[in-house]
């Protein structure tokens, strides 16, 4: 069987920016999320069986007390952000599985949910569907594999290197050299994704990579600068390390049995036409006539 884990968050965003605007009867925008749960259905539609969806439930998580700048839900638009328990509630109402993270968040909750499903032997192929970099730490050969849904591109291992330089394990290390603008930390001064790529490339972690710069194996433009910057914030990186490896210890389902999907929730109409998704409804009706 494969396992589809949907970065729920990433696909609000997504389309919120892509699709018109609707308010329901209640003047609240739904646009969004309406676009997410027809989303989602297609891929049932199309074949997938297994599915989960991790959601922000709330923007902030443990890493915020780590480090002060980093993400939280002062820059959301509040018509996006008030999208985010609604689009929940509807997933439910389908018969999609929730991961709703509150003191995790939503790419802690797929790399729990990739290492739950990696573990069942009857797994064929998880697929995590979200082009964010930090997940690329979670890809194992071509049997857990990131999925850009919007380019139709698929990441295995080798594409993981290909991109970045390294193996899926040292992307923590790459990120905290490069850092990460959207999560709000900044990486090292000096490193960029060539330099990152290569030097880890080669050493793997940011601990196995030499102090002094006449022992590495490697050439790149400003290797001296670089190697005293690592040198000299080696705190920094690991902490930065730390903020970009994902918490496989985020609560998700028990079993990849539990992500079957088998038809809508009880009560399901009244939670859809209550937001607003009549067009939701119509859909799964049609689906289970087939």
């Given at each position: 069987?494969?396992i589809?884990?949907i970065?729920?968050?990433?696909?609000?965003?997504?389309?919120?920016f892509?699709?018109?605007?609707?308010?329901?009867?209640?003047?609240?925008?739904?646009?969004?999320?309406?676009?997410?749960?027809?989303s989602?259905?297609?891929m049932?539609e199309?074949g997938?069986t297994?599915?989960?969806?991790?959601t922000?439930h709330?923007v902030e998580?443990?890493?915020?007390d780590?480090w002060?700048?980093?993400?939280d839900?002062?820059?959301?638009?509040?018509?996006l952000?008030?999208?985010?328990?609604?689009?929940?509630?509807a997933l439910?109402a389908?018969?999609?599985?929730?991961?709703?993270?509150?003191?995790y968040e939503?790419?802690?909750?797929?790399?729990?949910g990739?290492?739950?499903?990696l573990?069942d032997t009857?797994?064929?192929?998880?697929?995590i569907?979200?082009p964010d970099k930090?997940l690329a730490?979670?890809?194992?050969a071509d049997?857990?594999?990131?999925?850009?849904?919007?380019?139709?591109?698929?990441i295995?291992?080798a594409?993981?290197?290909?991109?970045?330089?390294?193996?899926p394990?040292?992307?923590?290390?790459?990120?905290?050299?490069?850092?990460?603008?959207?999560?709000?930390?900044?990486?090292?001064?000096?490193?960029?994704?060539?330099?990152?790529?290569v030097?880890?490339?080669?050493?793997g972690?940011?601990?196995?990579?030499?102090?002094?710069?006449?022992?590495?194996?490697?050439?790149?433009?400003g290797?001296?600068?670089?190697?005293?910057?690592l040198?000299?914030q080696?705190?920094?990186?690991?902490?930065f390390?730390?903020?970009a490896?994902l918490?496989?210890?985020a609560?998700?389902?028990?079993?990849?049995?539990?992500?079957k999907?088998?038809g809508p929730?009880e009560g399901?109409?009244?939670?859809?036409?209550?937001?607003?998704?009549e067009?939701?409804?119509?859909?799964?009706?049609?689906?289970?006539?087939?």
């Open positions: 069987m494969n589809h884990l970065d729920g968050t990433y696909e609000l965003f997504r389309h919120y892509a699709v018109p605007k609707v308010e329901n009867a209640q003047g609240l925008e739904v646009g969004a999320l309406r676009g997410v749960v027809h989602l259905l297609g049932l199309d997938a297994h599915m989960a969806v991790a922000d709330v998580s443990f890493r915020n780590m002060p700048g980093y993400k839900g002062s820059g959301i638009e509040p018509e952000l008030a999208q985010f328990h609604p689009l929940e509630d439910r389908v018969g999609i599985v929730v991961w709703p993270m509150v003191e939503a790419d802690d909750g797929l790399a729990a990739a290492a739950m499903a573990a009857r797994v064929d192929k998880v697929i569907c979200t930090d730490q979670c890809v194992v049997r857990v594999v990131q999925l850009d849904r919007r380019k139709r591109l698929v295995d291992r594409g993981v290197v290909e991109k970045f330089g390294v193996e394990e040292s992307i923590p290390d790459y990120l905290a050299l490069v850092g990460d603008s959207a999560d709000g930390f900044p990486g090292l001064p000096g490193w960029g994704a060539k330099s990152a790529g030097v880890l490339g080669r050493y972690y940011l601990e196995e990579v030499p102090a002094a710069v006449e022992d590495w194996d490697v050439t790149v433009r290797a001296a600068r670089l190697a005293a910057t040198r000299d080696m705190e920094d990186a690991l902490l390390r730390r903020l490896t918490d496989v210890k609560p998700v389902s028990a079993s990849v049995y539990e992500l999907w088998s929730a399901w109409r009244e939670v859809l036409e209550g937001l607003g998704l067009s939701v409804v119509s859909r799964v009706e049609r689906r289970l006539k087939q």
